[in-house]
Structures are given as C-alpha cells and as structure tokens.
C-alpha cells in the first residue's frame, strides 16, 4: 500500500548525509567565524568614526619661493 512513502531506512540515510554535511561545514564555520566577527567591528567602527576617512585625505602644499632656505614639506 505504502511502497513510496517514508522508510525507516530513508529516514536515516538522510539523517546519514545531513550528519555527514555538517561534519564538513562546523570546521569551516569555525576558521571563518572570528575573521567575519572582526569585519563587523571595522566596519561598525568605520561608521561610527568617520573622520577614519579624511585621515587619508590629500593635503595641500604650499610653496614660497620668496625665501632663500630650504623648504619642508609635512
């Protein structure tokens, strides 16, 4: 009556494969969760403090001519 409907054994070799998927991805998971954790605070900390950003602005140098020492630039 029931032959296509849910087995004992299809039901654990689901069981089998999902076990063995997760065997697989918790060490990933596990390498990649501190580099991901560490991006949310750069970028947290980028939105927070913006002047992060006008840190890497160009400044202007001016030059005067008009003196006979030697110029320095910042």
Same mark, same amino acid.
């Given at each position: 009556m029931?032959t296509?409907?849910? #087995? &004992?054994?299809k039901i654990?070799g689901? !069981? $089998?494969k999902?076990?063995?998927?997760?065997?697989?991805?918790?060490?990933?998971? /596990?390498?990649i969760?501190p #580099? &991901?954790?560490?991006?949310r605070?750069? !970028? $947290?900390?980028?939105?927070i403090?913006p002047?992060?950003?006008?840190h890497?602005? /160009?400044k202007?140098?001016?030059?005067?001519?008009n003196?006979?020492n030697?110029?320095?630039?910042?």
């Amino acid at each position: 009556m029931f032959t296509h409907g849910l #087995s &004992i054994a299809k039901i654990l070799g689901g !069981i $089998s494969k999902s076990l063995s998927i997760a065997e697989q991805i918790i060490p990933i998971y /596990q390498k990649i969760s501190p #580099s &991901i954790s560490n991006l949310r605070n750069i !970028i $947290s900390n980028i939105k927070i403090n913006p002047s992060v950003n006008n840190h890497y602005k /160009q400044k202007t140098i001016t030059n005067s001519s008009n003196s006979s020492n030697p110029t320095f630039f910042n």
